[in-house]
């Protein structure tokens, strides 16, 4: 729910051994700049970086697996739905349909708690993306029966049993321990743990009548919550690329791959409290994502 050279990409790839491959990965790649030549265009000098934050940050993207057990490592199609209206500054203007709303009437089948009953189109591909990786970067997937019914639901059943396998031994006792959990990966008591993916934008690179390749625009919260908590929450930014079939009547995934970004420049927002932040997850649902 990243990766320049990624390794385990292949149709029979195991867990890859960078630790920056992530399911909803919190990696985050900064560029510094001296004082005076800030990202922010106003040459304002840089603030001290935050060790704190780059080794929040080492901790959860070992999290979100997902990008460790594609079997094909997509490439980009030819989709894209920008228009060239730009001037003046040599940029381009988004075309209108990839912000506003399609008016077509959101699914209202439930495998389990996930969507299901996808629209035979590109429109229900992308939704049907959105939605699955929520499932497979959730805190759910650390509950190895939560994470076979997640499994079924999600994926074609060509691909079960390699995805089963593959996330049963990256899902390890090394893994929970890392993120502060018990060794069966529950959660200690006292403290919340967070594992969530929300889905930004997305769009499809490669289509034909029961096939589409879809990429999600994603931001990821990961951690663990609670008083003295030495893995505190942290946020991320990623892309995934996931290539669909269309199976029995809907939508299903055979192949999952990630990348980082992109990432806007970080605000100014004070940080909240581990109480806020677990009384936050806990208070607010998720969504059903239907383009």
Request: aromatic share 8%; proline share 4%; with cysteine.
């Amino acid at each position: 729910m990243s990766h320049g050279d990624e390794k385990g990409y292949g149709s029979s790839s195991g867990r890859t051994d960078d630790g920056y491959s992530t399911i909803g990965g919190t990696r985050q790649t900064r560029t510094r700049f001296p004082d005076g030549e800030g990202g922010d265009g106003y040459n304002t000098p840089r603030r001290p970086a935050r060790n704190s934050r780059s080794l929040v940050t080492v901790v959860g993207v070992v999290v979100l697996l997902i990008a460790a057990i594609a079997f094909a490592n997509m490439g980009g199609g030819g989709g894209g739905g920008d228009s060239s209206g730009g001037s003046g500054n040599g940029g381009s203007k988004p075309d209108s349909s990839s912000t506003a709303a399609t008016g077509t009437k959101p699914v209202d089948g439930k495998n389990g708690t996930i969507a299901s009953g996808f629209a035979h189109d590109d429109q229900g591909a992308q939704s049907a993306a959105a939605n699955y990786s929520v499932a497979l970067g959730s805190a759910e997937m650390f509950d190895k029966a939560k994470r076979d019914s997640i499994l079924h639901a999600v994926i074609a059943p060509s691909a079960v049993n390699g995805f089963r396998t593959t996330l049963d031994q990256a899902y390890s006792t090394g893994l929970f321990k890392n993120l502060g959990l018990n060794d069966d990966g529950s959660t200690p008591t006292g403290f919340t743990f967070i594992s969530r993916t929300t889905p930004i934008g997305t769009k499809v690179t490669k289509s034909s009548t029961d096939q589409a390749t879809v990429e999600v625009w994603c931001t990821g919260l990961i951690g663990l919550a609670g008083e003295g908590s030495t893995k505190p929450v942290a946020d991320g930014w990623f892309t995934i690329t996931m290539e669909l079939k269309w199976v029995s009547g809907d939508w299903k995934a055979v192949t999952h791959s990630q990348k980082d970004g992109p990432a806007p420049v970080g605000g100014d927002t004070r940080a909240s409290s581990a109480d806020e932040i677990a009384g936050a997850v806990n208070g607010f649902g998720g969504f059903t994502y239907a383009r």
